[in-house]
T-cell receptor
Framework: AQKVTQAQTEISVVEKEDVTLDCVYETRDTTYYLFWYKQPPSGELVFLIRRNSFDEQNEISGRYSWNFQKSTSSFNFTITASQVVDSAVYFCALIPTGTASKLTFGTGTRLQVTL | DGGITQSPKYLFRKEGQNVTLSCEQNLNHDAMYWYRQDPGQGLRLIYYSQIVNDFQKGDIAEGYSVSREKKESFPLTVTSAQKNPTAFYLC?????????????FGEGSWLTVV
């Protein structure tokens, strides 16, 4: 069985601080995909990134960056110079091979960015 | 605009009633999904459909039913058999049901039992 753990339930930072959201996953499959989604107060889940298990390169997109380390089964997400608009719940999710795109979600991390 | 449309946004149901949540997508995606979200928890899969006229149970299908008569539509019925239906429901779709496809979500529907 697969599992995604987001140990940080809630994080509060002041605007312009950097913040890292942790994600640890478990799967027996050698081929899998990892995702991050953002859920703002409106409720919609917004896709942020998809990473396959064969690609361990870190990725940067503007103020967002992702650190994928298979050795520690982690896929952490960093927001640089956080802004109030980053306030949301962030979910990490996993699709192992053979599960027909059935996402397994972590419980989410609520990020609160204040002025 | 392309996307996934869910309706209604808010729905109140009396105990013992069935209710149907609508989900329509114009992304020409083959696969569609229904997830349930409870406060402080991640999303859990209710049902999914990889192709028209076919669907499979997810992890928490009891008390729910779906149909997939058209590619763009995947309505979810919450039946009276669902013991704790108050939750936030999210519909989603992906290009196909194959591994690795990005799953895109609608804006969700809040269901409250009164």
């Amino acid at each position: 069985a697969q599992k995604v753990t987001q140990a940080q339930t809630e994080i509060s930072v002041v605007e312009k601080e950097d913040v890292t959201l942790d994600c640890v996953y478990e799967t027996r499959d050698t081929t899998y995909y990892l995702f991050w989604y953002k859920q703002p107060p409106s409720g919609e889940l917004v896709f942020l990134i998809r990473r396959n298990s064969f690609d361990e390169q870190n990725e940067i997109s503007g103020r967002y960056s992702w650190n994928f380390q298979k050795s520690t089964s982690s896929f952490n997400f960093t927001i640089t110079a956080s802004q109030v608009v980053d306030s949301a719940v962030y979910f990490c999710a996993l699709i192992p091979t053979g599960t027909a795109s059935k996402l397994t979600f972590g419980t989410g991390t609520r990020l609160q960015v204040t002025l | 605009d392309g996307g996934i449309t869910q309706s209604p946004k808010y729905l109140f149901r009396k105990e013992g009633q069935n209710v149907t949540l609508s989900c329509e997508q114009n992304l020409n995606h083959d696969a569609m999904y229904w997830y349930r979200q409870d406060p402080g928890q991640g999303l859990r899969l209710i049902y999914y459909s990889q192709i028209v006229n076919d669907f499979q149970k997810g992890d928490i299908a009891e008390g729910y039913s779906v149909s997939r008569e058209k590619k763009e539509s995947f309505p979810l019925t919450v039946t009276s058999a669902q013991k704790n239906p108050t939750a936030f429901y999210l519909c989603a779709s992906s290009q196909t049901g194959g591994i690795g496809n990005t799953i895109y979500f609608g804006e969700g529907s809040w269901l409250t039992v009164v």
